[in-house]
């Protein structure tokens, strides 16, 4: 779609969710969706695998986090830590990502001096592809 119509369209389907309206779409274009709806269906192989609120799905996500410390740390220090999956530690900094909860990685970090931390949050796209994958492992 053009912006215009693009734009438009949002402006109408924003307007029937507030009357309270349920509606069906389906999209490919997941930035798209994740503005425009507040839930879900992921489908795959023509069976539904989830359905969720996005913002609850996004929260149980892999999101990728980048540690500065004020000094550098070991890499054993930061190991066994729940949730956190493929950590690599550069001196000072460690890049790793976490699944669900931050919480046990921010108990175990506050141990040390924290200059900065930045989080990636997932996004839809990620969402989708972090399902496709779990369930191709399964299968």
């Not at 999956?85 to 976490?98: D, M, P, S, T």
């Amino acid at each position: 779609m053009d912006p215009l119509i693009q734009r438009e369209f949002y402006d109408l389907v924003s307007e029937v969710n507030r009357a309270g309206s349920t509606f069906f779409i389906s999209s490919h274009v997941l930035p798209e969706i994740e503005r425009m709806c507040h839930r879900v269906g992921i489908l795959k192989e023509g069976r539904l695998i989830v359905t969720e609120e996005i913002e609850t799905l996004k929260k149980r996500a892999v999101r990728s986090l980048e540690i500065q410390f004020a000094a550098e740390v070991k890499a054993a220090d930061l190991q066994g830590i729940k949730g956190v999956r493929e950590l690599q530690v550069e001196g000072n900094i460690a890049h790793c990502k976490v699944e669900g909860s931050l919480d046990a990685l921010i108990k175990k970090i506050s141990k040390y001096e924290v200059i900065n931390l930045i989080t990636q949050e997932a996004d839809l796209e990620q969402v989708f592809l972090d399902y496709y994958k779990k369930d191709k492992n399964v299968a």
